[in-house]
Structure formats: structure tokens, C-alpha cells
């Protein structure tokens, strides 16, 4: 046994987290030879999928469904879904509860949220800032809302956020984790820099939520989006979020105002009154069967903090660097995620030329990651189903493959 199998053993030995692992569907050691057992490294793309999730959807399909039909929608809790999830997605981001509801895609989230923030910026303020490195779908959404509320979009890195922002700003759309880099941007600073302009601040969360402590409610923020389908484990497609701070959503004029955001959806008025507080996030039907499997899958955090997750993030990330550094030959691969704690999401992103045939020959091997056109291979790290043993083999079999 290698120096780094050992430190492995030892570093899985003590992690708390460990014993979550078992409420997964995953490759097991005992389903494989120890070095042929596949490394789930992509939950950062997809969660793994929790193991009490086919029993809830079972019992949604053929009990609620099947059997109470229409009654389930006050009995098994189908109408309030939304809301309630919300609410539980809320503590693993920082948000006191009535300020969440659950539904819809993150892009379509990014819609209500960036639009409603313009018009609460109100008319003199006719400009967008957008990341310009942002996960496509929030530049193109950005675009479209711009030129419909007829402000100018300005994409800009997150770095120079503050020196863009004046008294033409209404709204800045950020990423608090780049999908690429894994860079984690400061969240609390330019939020704090965004109100200083008299601008609001618009974050997605999609790659942070779940995997580090995100403090919206400490830190401000205005309005924020995210997916509920990598660190949370939600599942394929499972709904977004959406976010607006308590005191803002009085004057939360949603750009989507279907009837189940409508103060009375039931009273079938031709004329539109929105509900109070987060419900005027809601647009139409909630897609259930998706939903109440992302109930299930939240309810591992009832056994695990997100202090934790972010501790065990860090220590996995570092280790797999270390591995990395030495299984391969040196400048064969560059890292472009911070080795700063401070700056690091949870996933490495590493840089070779190759890395679309390098990230095939990894998944052949059983090793899991992605690759990001046209040179990155991404690692994403779930804490809550991760073992350092596996994050030394994926960096052992890596360094197979690049020599
Ligand atoms: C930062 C970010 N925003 C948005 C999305 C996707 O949005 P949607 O849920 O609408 O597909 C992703 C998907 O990976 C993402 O990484």
C-alpha cells in the first residue's frame, strides 16, 4: 500500500460523513474488486441517487396518485409542496423559512428573478451587469430580459463587478460558483458592493448550494436561483428554487404571474392579485412526481450540517490534489481551480489539451468526471457520498491514463 492508500484508510476512518454514504445507489467496494469499483466524481453535474427515493416515488405513484387522486392535492400535500420543500431547502443556504419556493427550472427562475429586480430597481437605472463567464443559460436569459425591460446588458467578470457598478445599475447577475473553474466568488463583498451602488444583487447558486454554506438571509441578498439536481440529489430535471429576502417581497412583480401565485388561485378571478410573500414565485402547477422525489433526497440533511459537507468538500479537494501532483508527470496538467479555501467551490477543474479523450478513457476505466469544451475535465466532490479512498484511486487511475 501506497503512503496516499494509507492516508486514505485513515482519513475515511475518521469522517463523521462516512456512514451517509450507505444511503446512496452506488458502486460498492463489495460489488467489485477494490480497484475496479467505478468513482462517482460528476454529482456535481447529477447527484447520485438517495436510496429511499424509488420507495417515496412508488408510494407518490400508485397510493396518491392512484388511489386518493384528485384528494391528494390537500391530503398527501401536493397543493403547499412548493412552499414546504422550500422551506427545507432553506436552513442549507441560510434563509429563514417563507422565502423559498420550489418549481420551475433554474433558467426559468433566473427569468422571474432578474426581471423582478430590474423593475424594483425602477426606470433610471438602465443597466444590466451580467458574469460574463456565467454558465451560458444566465447570459442568455440575461440577454432576452434586457432587451424586454429595454435596459442594456453588460457582461462583465465577477472581478470587476465593483468597478462596473454606478447609479445606471439595477441588477447584477452573478454565479457564486463558476461551473468551470470552480472558482468561489465572494458572495458576502460584492453583494455589499452591489447595495452600495443602490443596485440588487441576483445570485445562482447551482453549484454551491449543498456543498458550502451559502448565508443569504446574513449576507442580503436580494434575490437567488438554483438547482436542486447536483449537491442536493433531487434527481434528473428536478425543480429549481427561487429565493426573494422577506422584506422585498412586497414589491416582487413577477414577470411569470400564473394562478398559483394568484392571492386566491381558486377563485378564478379574471384579474391578477398576487399572493403574499414567496408564493408570487410560483407560476403553474407544480411538476409533483419530481418534487416529492426531491423531498425525499433532503431528508439525508437531517443527518448531516452543512459545516460539515464544506469541511469534508475541503479536505477531499485538497487530498485529490495532492494525489494528482503525485501520480502525474509535472506540467502535464494544470489545475484552474483556486488552491485558496476561501476561493474554492467543490469540484477541481484540471487543464490538458487532450481532456476530452483523457475524461473517455477515465469514464472507461470507471472513473466518473466530465469534461468542459475545449480543455477542462471536471471533478465534482459530494461530500455526502465521496470517500478519500475513492478520490485517491480516481487520482491514481488519472495519472494512469495521462502517462
Ligand atoms: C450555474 C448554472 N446555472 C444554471 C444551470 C442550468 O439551468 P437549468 O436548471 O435551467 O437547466 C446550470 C446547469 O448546470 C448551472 O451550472
Given at each position: 500500500m501506497s503512503e496516499l492508500t494509507v492516508r486514505a484508510e485513515k482519513l475515511d476512518a475518521a469522517?463523521?460523513?462516512?456512514?451517509?454514504?450507505?444511503?446512496f445507489v452506488l458502486d460498492t467496494v463489495s460489488d467489485h474488486a477494490a480497484d475496479a469499483a467505478g468513482v462517482y466524481l460528476d454529482g456535481n453535474s447529477l447527484g447520485a441517487l438517495p436510496a429511499n427515493v424509488p420507495a417515496r416515488i412508488e408510494d407518490v405513484v400508485r397510493?396518491?396518485?392512484?388511489?386518493?387522486r384528485i384528494r391528494s392535492w390537500d391530503e398527501s400535500g401536493w397543493w403547499t409542496a412548493p412552499e414546504r420543500i422550500g422551506d427545507r431547502i432553506a436552513p442549507l443556504v441560510g434563509a429563514a423559512p417563507g422565502q423559498i419556493v420550489v418549481g420551475d427550472s433554474t433558467s426559468v427562475n433566473v427569468f422571474k428573478a432578474l426581471v423582478a429586480a430590474v423593475r424594483m430597481a425602477g426606470p433610471a437605472r438602465d443597466e444590466i451587469l451580467v458574469d460574463?463567464?456565467?454558465?451560458?443559460t444566465d447570459g442568455y436569459i440575461a440577454e432576452s430580459a434586457a432587451r424586454m425591460t429595454g435596459r442594456t446588458l453588460r457582461p462583465v467578470t465577477p472581478s470587476e463587478v465593483p468597478s462596473a457598478l454606478?447609479?445606471?445599475?439595477a441588477a447584477v447577475l452573478l454565479n457564486h460558483?463558476?461551473?468551470?473553474?470552480g472558482r468561489l466568488h465572494d458572495l458576502p463583498s460584492l453583494t455589499a458592493a452591489i447595495h452600495a451602488s443602490g443596485a440588487l444583487a441576483v445570485w445562482d447558486l447551482c453549484h454551491s448550494a449543498g456543498a458550502l454554506p451559502v448565508g443569504l438571509d446574513e449576507h442580503g441578498v436580494d434575490l437567488a436561483v438554483g438547482c436542486?439536481?447536483?449537491?442536493?440529489?433531487?434527481?434528473?430535471g428536478s425543480p429549481a428554487y427561487l429565493y426573494v429576502r422577506r422584506d422585498l417581497q412586497d414589491r416582487f412583480?413577477?414577470?411569470?404571474?400564473?394562478?398559483?401565485?394568484?392571492?386566491?388561485?381558486?377563485?378564478?378571478?379574471?384579474s391578477y392579485a398576487p399572493a403574499p410573500g414567496?408564493?408570487?414565485g410560483r407560476v403553474g402547477t407544480p411538476d409533483i412526481l419530481s418534487m416529492l422525489a426531491l423531498e425525499a433526497a433532503l431528508e439525508i440533511w437531517d443527518d448531516a450540517s452543512v459545516a460539515a459537507v464544506r469541511a469534508k468538500s475541503l479536505a477531499l479537494t485538497d487530498f485529490f490534489l495532492e494525489c494528482v501532483t503525485a501520480y502525474t508527470e509535472p506540467g502535464r496538467i494544470t489545475s484552474?481551480?483556486?488552491?485558496?479555501h476561501e476561493e474554492r467551490g467543490s469540484q477541481i477543474a484540471l487543464r490538458c489539451p487532450d481532456a476530452g479523450d483523457v475524461m473517455k478513457r477515465l469514464i472507461d476505466r470507471g472513473v466518473v468526471g466530465d469534461f468542459r469544451n475545449p480543455d477542462v475535465l471536471r471533478f465534482g466532490f459530494?461530500?455526502?457520498?465521496?470517500s478519500f479512498a475513492e478520490t485517491e484511486r480516481a487520482a491514481r487511475v488519472l495519472g494512469e491514463v495521462l502517462g
Open positions: 469522517d463523521e460523513l462516512a456512514p451517509l454514504r450507505s444511503r397510493r396518491q396518485w392512484g388511489e386518493l460574463a463567464t456565467t454558465f451560458p454606478s447609479d445606471r445599475t460558483v463558476d461551473y468551470r473553474s436542486t439536481y447536483k449537491y442536493l440529489n433531487g434527481g434528473p412583480d413577477s414577470p411569470l404571474p400564473g394562478w398559483n401565485s394568484h392571492a386566491e388561485p381558486f377563485g378564478m378571478s379574471q414567496a408564493l408570487r484552474v481551480t483556486p488552491d485558496a459530494s461530500p455526502l457520498y465521496v
